[in-house]
Protein backbone atom coordinates (compact mmCIF):
# COMPACT_ATOMS: atom_id res chain seq x y z
CA UNK A 1 0.00 0.00 0.00
CA UNK A 2 1.58 3.10 -0.82
CA UNK A 3 1.81 6.13 1.40
CA UNK A 4 0.12 9.60 0.85
CA UNK A 5 0.24 12.70 2.69
CA UNK A 6 -2.75 11.51 4.97
CA UNK A 7 -1.10 8.91 5.96
CA UNK A 8 1.83 10.71 7.43
CA UNK A 9 2.45 9.60 10.84
CA UNK A 10 0.18 11.63 13.21
CA UNK A 11 3.03 11.73 16.25
CA UNK A 12 1.07 13.43 19.04
CA UNK A 13 -1.92 11.07 19.88
CA UNK A 14 -4.24 10.73 22.78
CA UNK A 15 -6.83 8.16 24.27
CA UNK A 16 -8.14 6.69 27.38
CA UNK A 17 -5.78 5.07 29.82
CA UNK A 18 -5.23 2.91 32.70
CA UNK A 19 -2.70 4.26 34.63
CA UNK A 20 -2.66 1.22 36.70
CA UNK A 21 -4.20 -2.19 37.89
CA UNK A 22 -7.03 -0.44 39.59
CA UNK A 23 -8.37 -0.74 35.83
CA UNK A 24 -10.05 2.84 36.21
CA UNK A 25 -9.74 4.31 32.60
CA UNK A 26 -8.68 8.49 32.06
CA UNK A 27 -8.07 10.98 28.96
CA UNK A 28 -4.21 10.70 28.35
CA UNK A 29 -2.20 11.87 25.65
CA UNK A 30 0.90 10.09 24.35
CA UNK A 31 3.05 10.01 21.06
CA UNK A 32 2.85 6.89 18.37
CA UNK A 33 5.74 5.72 16.88
CA UNK A 34 7.09 6.56 13.86
CA UNK A 35 5.60 4.49 10.36
CA UNK A 36 8.28 2.34 9.16
CA UNK A 37 8.27 1.01 5.54
CA UNK A 38 5.10 -0.89 5.15
CA UNK A 39 2.93 0.21 7.70
CA UNK A 40 -0.08 2.78 7.59
CA UNK A 41 -1.22 5.57 10.30
CA UNK A 42 -5.08 5.64 10.27
CA UNK A 43 -8.09 7.58 12.60
CA UNK A 44 -10.30 5.75 14.61
CA UNK A 45 -13.62 6.13 14.31
CA UNK A 46 -15.25 2.65 16.29
CA UNK A 47 -13.35 0.46 18.82
CA UNK A 48 -15.29 -2.72 20.39
CA UNK A 49 -14.75 -3.51 24.01
CA UNK A 50 -13.22 -6.86 24.63
CA UNK A 51 -13.18 -8.92 28.26
CA UNK A 52 -9.62 -8.76 27.55
CA UNK A 53 -9.28 -5.38 27.78
CA UNK A 54 -10.78 -5.49 31.47
CA UNK A 55 -8.36 -8.37 32.02
CA UNK A 56 -5.23 -6.39 31.16
CA UNK A 57 -6.30 -3.06 32.33
CA UNK A 58 -6.69 -5.01 35.75
CA UNK A 59 -3.73 -6.60 35.27
CA UNK A 60 -4.85 -10.20 35.35
CA UNK A 61 -2.94 -11.77 33.25
CA UNK A 62 0.87 -10.03 35.05
CA UNK A 63 2.11 -8.86 31.83
CA UNK A 64 0.45 -5.46 31.70
CA UNK A 65 2.58 -2.39 30.84
CA UNK A 66 1.23 1.15 32.32
CA UNK A 67 -0.15 3.16 31.20
CA UNK A 68 -2.31 1.08 28.57
CA UNK A 69 -4.71 1.79 26.21
CA UNK A 70 -6.80 -0.98 25.97
CA UNK A 71 -8.68 -1.44 22.63
CA UNK A 72 -8.25 -4.42 19.79
CA UNK A 73 -11.71 -4.28 17.77
CA UNK A 74 -10.59 -1.12 15.68
CA UNK A 75 -12.49 0.10 12.97
CA UNK A 76 -10.66 3.06 10.98
CA UNK A 77 -10.68 5.40 8.93
CA UNK A 78 -7.41 5.53 6.32
CA UNK A 79 -6.62 7.87 3.26
CA UNK A 80 -7.86 4.72 0.70
CA UNK A 81 -10.62 3.55 2.53
CA UNK A 82 -13.44 4.09 5.37
CA UNK A 83 -14.25 0.13 5.02
CA UNK A 84 -11.35 -1.20 7.07
CA UNK A 85 -10.43 -2.30 10.36
CA UNK A 86 -7.59 -4.21 12.60
CA UNK A 87 -7.78 -6.49 15.47
CA UNK A 88 -5.49 -7.70 18.06
CA UNK A 89 -2.45 -7.88 16.31
CA UNK A 90 -0.47 -4.77 14.56
CA UNK A 91 2.59 -6.74 13.13
CA UNK A 92 4.71 -9.89 13.39
CA UNK A 93 8.15 -10.82 12.15
CA UNK A 94 6.39 -12.58 8.71
CA UNK A 95 9.20 -14.59 8.13
CA UNK A 96 8.89 -17.55 10.79
CA UNK A 97 6.96 -20.77 10.27
CA UNK A 98 4.10 -19.55 11.37
CA UNK A 99 4.04 -16.44 9.84
CA UNK A 100 4.96 -18.62 6.39
CA UNK A 101 1.48 -20.21 6.99
CA UNK A 102 -0.90 -17.39 7.84
CA UNK A 103 -0.30 -18.06 11.54
CA UNK A 104 0.60 -14.15 12.46
CA UNK A 105 -1.44 -15.41 15.19
CA UNK A 106 1.71 -17.83 16.80
CA UNK A 107 4.27 -15.57 15.75
CA UNK A 108 6.68 -16.00 18.62
CA UNK A 109 7.26 -12.18 17.58
CA UNK A 110 4.00 -11.55 16.97
CA UNK A 111 3.21 -7.64 18.35
CA UNK A 112 -0.23 -6.88 20.06
CA UNK A 113 -2.13 -4.30 19.26
CA UNK A 114 -1.70 -2.86 22.90
CA UNK A 115 0.29 -3.23 26.18
CA UNK A 116 3.91 -4.99 24.32
CA UNK A 117 7.10 -3.44 22.87
CA UNK A 118 7.09 -2.98 19.40
CA UNK A 119 10.79 -3.93 17.72
CA UNK A 120 11.95 -0.24 17.95
CA UNK A 121 11.46 -0.23 21.46
CA UNK A 122 7.98 1.61 21.59
CA UNK A 123 4.67 0.77 23.59
CA UNK A 124 2.10 -0.32 21.77
CA UNK A 125 -1.14 1.29 22.54
CA UNK A 126 -4.68 -0.01 21.45
CA UNK A 127 -8.08 1.68 19.97
CA UNK A 128 -9.85 3.82 22.64
CA UNK A 129 -7.66 6.69 20.69
CA UNK A 130 -7.62 9.16 17.99
CA UNK A 131 -5.30 7.27 15.60
CA UNK A 132 -2.93 4.16 14.94
CA UNK A 133 -0.09 2.77 13.25
CA UNK A 134 -0.30 -0.89 11.97
CA UNK A 135 1.55 -2.91 9.11
CA UNK A 136 -0.79 -3.27 6.22
CA UNK A 137 -0.84 -7.04 6.62
CA UNK A 138 -2.77 -6.47 9.64
CA UNK A 139 -5.48 -4.42 7.97
CA UNK A 140 -9.19 -6.24 7.24
CA UNK A 141 -11.12 -4.70 4.60
CA UNK A 142 -14.58 -4.75 5.80
CA UNK A 143 -17.41 -5.76 3.09
CA UNK A 144 -19.93 -3.15 2.11
CA UNK A 145 -22.68 -4.99 3.74
CA UNK A 146 -21.92 -5.21 7.10
CA UNK A 147 -22.61 -2.19 8.73
CA UNK A 148 -18.91 -0.05 10.22
CA UNK A 149 -20.06 -0.50 13.91
CA UNK A 150 -21.39 -3.87 14.64
CA UNK A 151 -18.08 -5.10 12.14
CA UNK A 152 -15.42 -4.13 14.79
CA UNK A 153 -16.11 -6.66 17.04
CA UNK A 154 -15.59 -9.42 14.50
CA UNK A 155 -12.00 -8.17 14.58
CA UNK A 156 -11.44 -9.96 17.46
CA UNK A 157 -14.60 -11.57 18.94
CA UNK A 158 -15.76 -12.57 15.62
CA UNK A 159 -12.14 -14.21 14.49
CA UNK A 160 -11.65 -15.88 18.03
CA UNK A 161 -15.00 -18.33 17.44
CA UNK A 162 -14.86 -18.87 13.82
CA UNK A 163 -11.28 -20.32 14.22
CA UNK A 164 -11.70 -22.92 16.61
CA UNK A 165 -14.93 -23.81 14.94
CA UNK A 166 -13.16 -24.52 11.85
CA UNK A 167 -10.08 -25.69 13.18
CA UNK A 168 -11.52 -28.64 15.56
CA UNK A 169 -14.05 -29.52 12.72
CA UNK A 170 -17.26 -27.68 14.10
CA UNK A 171 -18.11 -26.45 11.20
CA UNK A 172 -19.99 -29.56 9.36
CA UNK A 173 -23.68 -29.03 8.76
CA UNK A 174 -25.88 -30.85 11.27
CA UNK A 175 -23.01 -30.99 14.35
CA UNK A 176 -24.16 -30.51 17.97
CA UNK A 177 -22.46 -27.63 18.99
CA UNK A 178 -22.60 -25.78 22.81
CA UNK A 179 -21.71 -22.27 23.28
CA UNK A 180 -20.80 -21.71 26.92
CA UNK A 181 -21.02 -17.80 27.76
CA UNK A 182 -23.10 -15.73 25.95
CA UNK A 183 -21.24 -12.73 25.77
CA UNK A 184 -19.63 -10.66 23.59
CA UNK A 185 -17.68 -14.18 21.89
CA UNK A 186 -20.73 -15.97 22.55
CA UNK A 187 -23.15 -14.30 20.87
CA UNK A 188 -21.61 -14.11 17.64
CA UNK A 189 -20.25 -17.57 17.91
CA UNK A 190 -24.17 -19.16 18.07
CA UNK A 191 -24.05 -16.57 14.71
CA UNK A 192 -21.41 -18.44 12.78
CA UNK A 193 -22.99 -21.84 14.20
CA UNK A 194 -26.44 -21.30 12.96
CA UNK A 195 -25.04 -19.72 9.57
CA UNK A 196 -22.95 -22.83 9.13
CA UNK A 197 -25.86 -25.17 9.62
CA UNK A 198 -25.26 -26.36 12.95
CA UNK A 199 -27.81 -27.11 16.26
CA UNK A 200 -26.50 -24.50 18.40
CA UNK A 201 -26.91 -24.65 22.35
CA UNK A 202 -26.05 -21.68 24.58
CA UNK A 203 -24.78 -22.93 28.29
CA UNK A 204 -25.18 -20.15 30.38
CA UNK A 205 -25.19 -18.69 33.87
CA UNK A 206 -27.94 -16.32 33.01
CA UNK A 207 -31.30 -17.36 32.51
CA UNK A 208 -32.33 -13.66 31.58
CA UNK A 209 -30.60 -14.01 28.44
CA UNK A 210 -32.90 -17.49 27.29
CA UNK A 211 -35.72 -15.66 25.70
CA UNK A 212 -33.28 -13.57 23.29
CA UNK A 213 -30.92 -16.28 22.37
CA UNK A 214 -33.60 -18.75 21.21
CA UNK A 215 -35.55 -15.59 19.54
CA UNK A 216 -32.86 -13.31 18.25
CA UNK A 217 -29.83 -14.85 18.14
CA UNK A 218 -31.46 -18.24 17.10
CA UNK A 219 -29.94 -20.27 19.07
CA UNK A 220 -31.82 -24.01 19.34
CA UNK A 221 -31.51 -24.75 23.20
CA UNK A 222 -30.65 -22.95 26.35
CA UNK A 223 -29.73 -24.66 29.05
CA UNK A 224 -28.97 -22.62 32.51
CA UNK A 225 -25.49 -24.05 33.47
CA UNK A 226 -26.20 -23.95 37.30
CA UNK A 227 -29.57 -26.21 36.96
CA UNK A 228 -28.34 -29.67 37.46
CA UNK A 229 -31.11 -31.49 36.07
CA UNK A 230 -31.39 -29.53 32.85
CA UNK A 231 -27.44 -30.42 32.17
CA UNK A 232 -28.24 -34.18 32.79
CA UNK A 233 -31.34 -33.94 30.34
CA UNK A 234 -28.44 -33.09 28.21
CA UNK A 235 -26.01 -34.80 29.06
CA UNK A 236 -23.81 -37.01 25.93
CA UNK A 237 -25.65 -35.17 22.57
CA UNK A 238 -22.77 -32.83 22.17
CA UNK A 239 -20.05 -33.05 19.62
CA UNK A 240 -18.26 -29.85 20.38
CA UNK A 241 -18.31 -26.74 23.05
CA UNK A 242 -16.72 -23.46 22.19
CA UNK A 243 -16.04 -22.19 26.02
CA UNK A 244 -15.76 -18.41 25.98
CA UNK A 245 -16.01 -17.60 29.61
CA UNK A 246 -14.08 -15.18 31.48
CA UNK A 247 -13.89 -16.43 34.94
CA UNK A 248 -13.06 -20.02 36.51
CA UNK A 249 -16.29 -22.39 35.91
CA UNK A 250 -16.55 -26.03 36.68
CA UNK A 251 -15.58 -27.98 33.72
CA UNK A 252 -16.65 -31.78 34.76
CA UNK A 253 -20.18 -30.45 33.51
CA UNK A 254 -19.03 -29.62 30.00
CA UNK A 255 -17.10 -32.81 29.68
CA UNK A 256 -20.35 -34.48 30.32
CA UNK A 257 -22.30 -32.90 27.56
CA UNK A 258 -20.09 -34.31 25.05
CA UNK A 259 -20.59 -37.54 22.78
CA UNK A 260 -17.90 -39.67 22.64
CA UNK A 261 -14.89 -38.06 20.67
CA UNK A 262 -16.18 -34.61 21.90
CA UNK A 263 -13.79 -31.61 21.49
CA UNK A 264 -14.26 -28.74 24.10
CA UNK A 265 -12.32 -25.37 22.23
CA UNK A 266 -11.31 -22.90 24.80
CA UNK A 267 -10.87 -19.43 24.05
CA UNK A 268 -12.32 -17.80 27.23
CA UNK A 269 -8.64 -16.50 29.52
CA UNK A 270 -10.17 -16.90 32.78
CA UNK A 271 -7.22 -14.92 35.21
CA UNK A 272 -7.12 -18.45 37.71
CA UNK A 273 -6.09 -21.95 36.46
CA UNK A 274 -9.19 -23.82 35.56
CA UNK A 275 -9.49 -27.24 36.70
CA UNK A 276 -9.85 -30.68 34.31
CA UNK A 277 -10.22 -33.69 36.03
CA UNK A 278 -8.86 -36.58 34.12
CA UNK A 279 -11.51 -38.70 34.06
CA UNK A 280 -13.56 -36.24 32.45
CA UNK A 281 -11.32 -36.63 29.52
CA UNK A 282 -10.45 -40.33 29.82
CA UNK A 283 -14.24 -41.42 29.59
CA UNK A 284 -15.44 -40.79 26.15
CA UNK A 285 -12.24 -40.53 24.67
CA UNK A 286 -12.24 -36.55 24.65
CA UNK A 287 -10.32 -33.67 23.62
CA UNK A 288 -9.86 -30.32 25.33
CA UNK A 289 -7.47 -27.33 23.20
CA UNK A 290 -7.19 -23.89 22.78
CA UNK A 291 -7.20 -21.14 20.51
CA UNK A 292 -5.89 -17.76 20.22
CA UNK A 293 -7.94 -15.09 17.85
CA UNK A 294 -6.83 -16.61 14.05
CA UNK A 295 -4.03 -15.48 11.52
CA UNK A 296 -4.45 -12.34 8.64
CA UNK A 297 -5.91 -14.90 6.13
CA UNK A 298 -8.50 -16.49 7.86
CA UNK A 299 -9.53 -13.01 9.74
CA UNK A 300 -10.58 -11.78 6.38
CA UNK A 301 -11.79 -15.28 5.02
CA UNK A 302 -14.62 -14.84 8.53
CA UNK A 303 -15.20 -11.16 7.69
CA UNK A 304 -16.14 -12.40 4.22
CA UNK A 305 -18.15 -15.27 5.72
CA UNK A 306 -19.74 -12.90 7.90
CA UNK A 307 -20.89 -10.40 4.80
CA UNK A 308 -22.66 -13.64 3.27
CA UNK A 309 -24.38 -14.78 5.62
CA UNK A 310 -25.56 -11.24 7.54
CA UNK A 311 -23.06 -12.39 10.87
CA UNK A 312 -22.79 -8.88 12.90
CA UNK A 313 -22.19 -8.26 16.47
CA UNK A 314 -25.24 -7.35 18.36
CA UNK A 315 -23.76 -4.03 20.27
CA UNK A 316 -24.62 -0.55 21.94
CA UNK A 317 -22.76 2.58 20.99
CA UNK A 318 -21.31 4.23 23.94
CA UNK A 319 -19.45 7.56 24.26
CA UNK A 320 -15.67 7.56 25.25
CA UNK A 321 -16.47 9.05 28.55
CA UNK A 322 -18.93 6.06 29.52
CA UNK A 323 -16.25 3.44 29.51
CA UNK A 324 -15.56 2.77 33.28
CA UNK A 325 -19.45 2.25 33.47
CA UNK A 326 -19.38 0.10 30.99
CA UNK A 327 -16.05 -1.78 32.16
CA UNK A 328 -18.55 -2.26 35.19
CA UNK A 329 -21.68 -3.18 33.54
CA UNK A 330 -19.29 -5.88 31.32
CA UNK A 331 -18.42 -7.35 35.04
CA UNK A 332 -21.70 -8.01 35.36
CA UNK A 333 -22.59 -9.33 31.91
CA UNK A 334 -24.73 -6.63 31.70
CA UNK A 335 -24.45 -6.21 28.05
CA UNK A 336 -26.45 -7.42 24.84
CA UNK A 337 -23.82 -8.00 23.89
CA UNK A 338 -20.90 -5.73 22.66
CA UNK A 339 -20.22 -2.45 23.56
CA UNK A 340 -18.02 -0.34 20.71
CA UNK A 341 -17.21 2.97 21.72
CA UNK A 342 -18.01 5.97 19.32
CA UNK A 343 -14.21 7.37 19.18
CA UNK A 344 -14.69 9.71 16.02
CA UNK A 345 -18.02 11.63 17.50
CA UNK A 346 -16.98 11.56 20.89
CA UNK A 347 -13.47 11.14 22.05
CA UNK A 348 -12.49 14.83 23.03
CA UNK A 349 -8.59 16.10 23.05
CA UNK A 350 -7.63 16.30 26.84
CA UNK A 351 -7.58 19.82 27.94
P1 LIG B 1 -17.92 -11.19 27.98
O1 LIG B 1 -18.65 -10.42 26.95
O2 LIG B 1 -17.77 -10.64 29.35
O3 LIG B 1 -18.61 -12.66 28.05
C1 LIG B 1 -18.19 -13.65 28.95
C2 LIG B 1 -19.42 -14.45 29.37
O4 LIG B 1 -18.97 -15.48 30.25
C3 LIG B 1 -20.43 -13.68 30.19
O5 LIG B 1 -21.33 -12.96 29.38
C4 LIG B 1 -21.13 -14.79 30.95
O6 LIG B 1 -22.09 -15.39 30.11
C5 LIG B 1 -20.01 -15.81 31.17
N1 LIG B 1 -19.47 -15.72 32.53
C6 LIG B 1 -18.93 -14.64 33.14
N2 LIG B 1 -18.52 -14.95 34.38
C7 LIG B 1 -18.84 -16.27 34.57
C8 LIG B 1 -18.64 -17.19 35.65
N3 LIG B 1 -18.09 -16.80 36.79
N4 LIG B 1 -19.07 -18.47 35.46
C9 LIG B 1 -19.63 -18.87 34.30
N5 LIG B 1 -19.83 -18.02 33.26
C10 LIG B 1 -19.43 -16.76 33.39
O7 LIG B 1 -16.44 -11.54 27.50
P2 LIG B 1 -15.88 -11.72 26.00
O8 LIG B 1 -15.40 -10.42 25.50
O9 LIG B 1 -16.82 -12.53 25.22
O10 LIG B 1 -14.55 -12.58 26.32
C11 LIG B 1 -14.65 -13.87 26.92
C12 LIG B 1 -13.29 -14.40 27.29
O11 LIG B 1 -12.55 -14.68 26.09
C13 LIG B 1 -12.42 -13.43 28.09
O12 LIG B 1 -11.70 -14.16 29.06
C14 LIG B 1 -11.47 -12.86 27.06
O13 LIG B 1 -10.25 -12.41 27.58
C15 LIG B 1 -11.26 -14.09 26.19
N6 LIG B 1 -10.78 -13.81 24.83
C16 LIG B 1 -9.95 -14.72 24.29
C17 LIG B 1 -9.50 -14.53 23.00
C18 LIG B 1 -8.63 -15.57 22.37
O14 LIG B 1 -7.99 -15.30 21.37
N7 LIG B 1 -8.61 -16.80 22.88
C19 LIG B 1 -9.87 -13.41 22.27
C20 LIG B 1 -10.75 -12.51 22.86
C21 LIG B 1 -11.21 -12.72 24.14
P3 LIG B 1 -23.50 -15.91 30.68
O15 LIG B 1 -24.17 -14.70 31.25
O16 LIG B 1 -24.18 -16.44 29.46
O17 LIG B 1 -23.20 -16.97 31.68
ZN1 LIG C 1 6.59 -14.89 12.60
New binding site residues.
Given amino acids: MAKSPEDEHPKKAFGWAARDSSGLLSPFKFSRRATGENDVAFKVLYCGM???DI?MVKNEWGDSIFPLVPGWEVRFKSSKSDRVGVG?MVDSCRSCDNCKVDLENHCPKMILTYSVKHYDGTITYGGYSDCMVAEERFIVHIPDSLPLDAAAPLL??GI?VYSPMKHYGLDKPGLHVGV???????HVAVKFGKAMGLKVT?I???PN?KEEALKTLGADSFLV?RDQDQLKAAFGTMDGIID??????PMMPLFSLLKTDGKIAL????EHPLEVPAVGLVKGRKTIG????GGMKETQEMMDFAAKHKVKADIEVIAMDYVNTAVER?LK?D?K??FVIDIGNTLKPPS
Fill in positions: CHSHCCATVGLGGLGVSTSKSTVSAQHVGLPGSMIISVYR
